[in-house]
T-cell receptor
Framework: AQSVTQLGSHVSVSEGALVLLRCNYS??????LFWYVQYPNQGLQLLLK??????LVKGINGFEAEFKKSETSFHLTKPSAHMSDAAEYFC???????????FGKGTSLLVTP | KAGVTQTPRYLIKTRGQQVTLSCSPI?????VSWYQQTPGQGLQFLFE???????NKGNFPGRFSGRQFSNSRSEMNVSTLELGDSALYLC????????????FGEGSRLTVL
């Protein structure tokens, strides 16, 4: 079964600092990988996804992630944090058929002034 | 296009009762999936429907069931409610069969007393 592990349930950064949210996956086959963001009292919104091709994926709101097969990682980064980035972030993995996404436990990002 | 609509948004039930939640996907989307979100377990996949057929099912007891109608609208039902069923139930739709973006609704928050 495919799964993801998000290191750090809470991450705090200063406004303007680098954001790094870690995600490692376990999969016996090349997976599809996703990052979603959830703001309070809202559903999830796709930030970016990796399916095939380029391993550096750019998403919305200045976020990007790099698929590293040798490290089984898909870490999310943003060069400069904004206050509006404060939210819950979820990494997810999917087999290459259907939508049975397996989500990580989530990382709550706090951005301080 | 209107987004994914879930009804009701909030509901309170007592143990032993049953509940039906509704999801209207984005127009043209034929895939609908359901997730349960709780603070302890995070986001867990319930089931996914495509063109009225259940294509994937998560590891939930038989008390959890769902269906999809010819217009792609979906319902999920939980019978004999338990306290542990209290959660945010999220519905997501997609127009693609593999690797596409999931569009989430805002969820139905169920409280079981």
């Amino acid at each position: 079964a495919q799964s993801v592990t998000q290191l750090g349930s809470h991450v705090s950064v200063s406004e303007g600092a680098l954001v790094l949210l870690r995600c490692n996956y376990s999969s016996s086959v090349p997976p599809y990988l996703f990052w979603y963001v959830q703001y309070p009292n809202q559903g999830l919104q796709l930030l970016l996804k990796y399916t095939t091709g380029a391993t550096l994926v750019k998403g919305i709101n200045g976020f990007e992630a790099e698929f590293k097969k040798s490290e089984t990682s898909f870490h999310l980064t943003k060069p400069s944090a904004h206050m509006s980035d404060a939210a819950e972030y979820f990494c997810a993995v999917s087999p290459n058929s259907g939508y049975a996404l397996n989500f990580g436990k989530g990382t709550s990002l706090l951005v301080t002034p | 296009k209107a987004g994914v609509t879930q009804t009701p948004r909030y509901l309170i039930k007592t143990r032993g009762q049953q509940v039906t939640l509704s999801c209207s996907p984005i127009s043209g989307h034929r895939s609908v999936s359901w997730y349960q979100q709780t603070p302890g377990q995070g986001l867990q996949f319930l089931f996914e429907y495509f063109s009225e057929t259940q294509r994937n099912k998560g590891n939930f007891p038989g008390r959890f069931s769902g269906r999809q109608f010819s217009n792609s609208r979906s319902e999920m039902n939980v019978s004999t409610l338990e306290l542990g069923d209290s959660a945010l139930y999220l519905c997501a739709s997609s127009e693609q069969t593999i690797g596409g973006e999931l569009f989430f609704g805002e969820g139905s928050r169920l409280t079981v007393l």
